[in-house]
């Protein structure tokens, strides 16, 4: 299976910019959905964004819905997450993810992804 590395995260004002990156090993990173997910200290942990293998299909959570954008580079083996207009709520560990499953089954939290990054984090300052 694939191996997860996240960078990106930093200090950030509010209404700034973030672009985290996730690249994974090995020769199978088409085989996967990719997804980000965010935990926030005290809290669970909460789907952020997924995509499928071939970047036809996008999945966000109303949250962060038209400020974060999710894509991926197969030839790179990387997937992105742009993060706009941040607010100091947004202020978390991003993991990614990786799953055998679909992008929408990780959206819907029907499947767990089985491959996790260590995280990154992300502190947006008011």
């Known amino acids: 299976q694939v191996q997860l590395v996240e960078s990106g995260g930093g200090l950030v004002q509010a209404g700034g910019s973030l672009r985290l990156s996730c690249a994974a090993s090995g020769r199978t990173f088409t085989s996967y959905a990719m997804g980000w997910f965010r935990q926030a200290p005290g809290k669970e942990r909460e789907f952020v964004a997924a995509?499928?293998?071939?970047?036809?299909?996008?999945y966000y959570a109303d949250s962060v819905k038209g400020r974060y954008t999710i894509s991926r580079d197969n030839a790179k083996n990387t997937v992105y997450l742009q993060l706009n207009s941040l607010k100091p709520e947004d202020t978390a560990v991003y993991y990614c993810?990786?799953?055998?499953?679909?992008?929408?089954?990780?959206?819907?939290?029907?499947?767990?992804?089985?491959?996790w990054g260590q995280g990154t984090l992300v502190t947006v300052s008011s």
């Open positions: 993810a990786a799953s055998t499953s679909t992008a929408q089954a990780m959206a819907l939290r029907a499947r767990s992804p089985e491959v």
């Open positions: 995509i499928s293998r071939g970047s036809a299909s996008t």
